[in-house]
């Protein structure tokens, strides 16, 4: 079955360093997004990306975050100046040709802020 | 007031039991609903789409009540691999921006 893959599983940074997120989107899909999970919390939306634009972000997303699809294969989420509070399972998801087709979740990044 | 709310539980289930939990959620413009499924410290997994006119898939059932703005998951026959969190997930006016419950933890205990 095919999958969403993410690197790495897991990340320990110093506060105020940038962080870069890798994901390998399942390869027919058009539509991508990342979403993240505090520890204990529920899983919340940041943005949703495609034509290799922004469709849609959530107010979590602020000008800390970016993504890009630099080479047609992976999608980066970056984090340009990580904060305690970014720790979180960060999920990359992507969904099918048609709008409106699954969204499949990669195994996520744990990233942990110290 | 939470978008989508959820009874946290844990819903404590003997082997081979039934059991049924509630999700409830506030825009009534939302448009898809689905449950998903998170073992611990793993990735959401989409368990089943909700339809309006309710749907079975194997030992679980999904109703939709739009009026009161509430979705059901029922479990028949419990097995300890059911154990996990199931999410209430629900969408709007936009696919992708899934929004999700905080989530209701299933026990299955022998």
């Known amino acids: 079955e095919p999958e969403v893959t993410q690197t790495p599983s897991h990340q320990v940074t110093q506060m105020g360093q940038e962080v870069i997120l890798r994901c390998v989107p399942i390869s027919n899909h058009l539509y991508f997004y990342w979403y993240r999970q505090i520890l204990g919390q529920k899983v919340e939306f940041l943005v949703s990306f495609y034509n290799n634009e922004i469709s849609e972000k959530s107010e979590i997303f602020d000008d800390q975050f970016s993504v890009e699809r630099p080479d047609g294969s992976n999608f980066t989420l970056k984090i340009r100046s990580t904060k305690l509070e970014d720790s979180a399972m960060y999920f990359c998801?992507?969904?099918?040709?048609?709008?409106?087709?699954?969204?499949?979740f990669g195994e996520g990044s744990w990233l942990t802020v110290v | 007031r939470k978008e989508v709310e959820q009874d946290p539980g844990p819903f404590n289930v003997p082997e081979g039991a039934t059991v049924a939990f509630n999700c409830t959620y506030s825009?009534?413009?939302?448009?898809?609903f689905f449950w998903y499924r998170q073992d611990c410290r793993k990735e959401p997994k989409l368990l089943m789409s909700v339809y309006s006119s309710g749907n079975e898939d194997g030992r679980f059932t999904a109703q939709l009540n739009r009026a009161s703005q509430y979705i059901s998951l029922l479990i028949r026959d419990s097995k300890l691999s059911d154990s996990a969190t199931y999410l209430c997930v629900v969408t709007s006016d936009s696919w992708g921006k899934l929004q999700f419950g905080a989530g209701t933890q299933v026990v299955v205990t022998p």
């Open positions: 825009n009534s413009a939302s448009q898809s």
């Open positions: 998801a992507s969904s099918g040709v048609a709008y409106g087709n699954t969204i499949y």
